[in-house]
DNA sequence: CGATTGTGGTTACATTTGTTCACTGACTCC
DNA sequence: GGAGTCAGTGAACAAATGTAACCACAATCG
């Protein structure tokens, strides 16, 4: 079986692929600038050489592991602005589309926590950059919304990025809540949703 | 020279202290999960061995260094609260005194930034406690005002956790704004400010 | 088909790590 | 002032790390 083209480099992404998903396996009880090697390639089953075909450090991994958690991150902003009439229906449906993502994807969450202001300054500076993007389709976003008419384009940048670390400060919150059996997942939400709330009236009433 | 009683005490307390710093100062380029016990006592200046009248491990001296670094901003929060009677003014002193503080303290402050979503668990939970404290203090201080009236209690300790969160995230704002002339701080001290100034419409707004 | 490319494995090495044990000498307390 | 306490030193250990050089062998391409 297999002399179709591309065997070789789809392996070779498998085995990528391995390495980085034993790396984010082990960075939920340490951070990326304690990450080793050798730690890696015993957890993906791979000799510790192999890693160079891969990586050139640990840090040119957490870049890599940067672009896979954040990408899963991109479609979620877009369903969250997705057209709903009611604003505490938008709301309700954010914090359980979080939520949800957070129960998905723990890991990959905890990771950009983590790393956002860790000790590996090329990840905290991809991590920088891609949240950068996000703020900026939500700010895009907002500025469609009809409330949005008087609103200056300093303002709206405020706006998204005020949007972007409340997403991230609820991630976290939920992330912090594991197998709590379904009480303090309770109250993590009505606290995220109270304050998005908050921030819904500020902006209702921004321009008085 | 010296047989007062305690010199003892506080030749220790010196060399421990010597140990906080070095650590501090290491810290500002990894995360404490990847703190070598070597390497704080090699930047201290004294044998590795000593490290161990002082700190069983390194994620003992972190817990130590959670309560040197939140002990300063104590003192921060109250003076935040300070009687102002007009919010503009009072949202003004407030950044103001965060940057101050970050220019004071930056090692401090970039540490609790990095630990508290960090890799090291006991670290992770003296930081949030501590910042439960915190937010506790603000909320009673928040009570006191004249516009609380008619607020639930969930609703003020949501405004509480608000406001220190978001006293974190302007402070690692101006963190990563190290030596930019003048520009890029002013930026993120009107970025701060108005991020404020919305939490504070829609506190005003809030039982409409 | 034969030649080449390149992923992954094996062995090896110099460094660095955390921790132990026995020690020294200055401060403490009676 | 003499006995005891204890912060800091020094040497030693096994274990683990990152990196290099060389090898094996299957997929690729002419």
Redesign the interface.
Known sequence: MGHTPGVRQAQKQKTRQALLDAALGL?E??????LGLREVTRAAGVAPTAFYRHFRSTEDLGVALVEEALGSLHSMIRTTMSPVEDDDERIARAVELIAGHVAAHPAHV?FV??E????V?PVREAI?EQLARFAEEVKAELATDASAAGWSD??L???A??YV?QML?TA?LFL?TPAAPREEHRRAA??AT??LR?????????L?
């Open positions: 960075l009880e340490q951070s990326l600038s304690s905890r926590a983590r956002r202001h860790g000790g300054q920088r300093a303002d940048r405020m706006l990025g005020l670390d400060i976290s912090e009505a606290t109270r304050q908050l921030i819904g009236v500020g902006r209702r009433h921004w008085d």
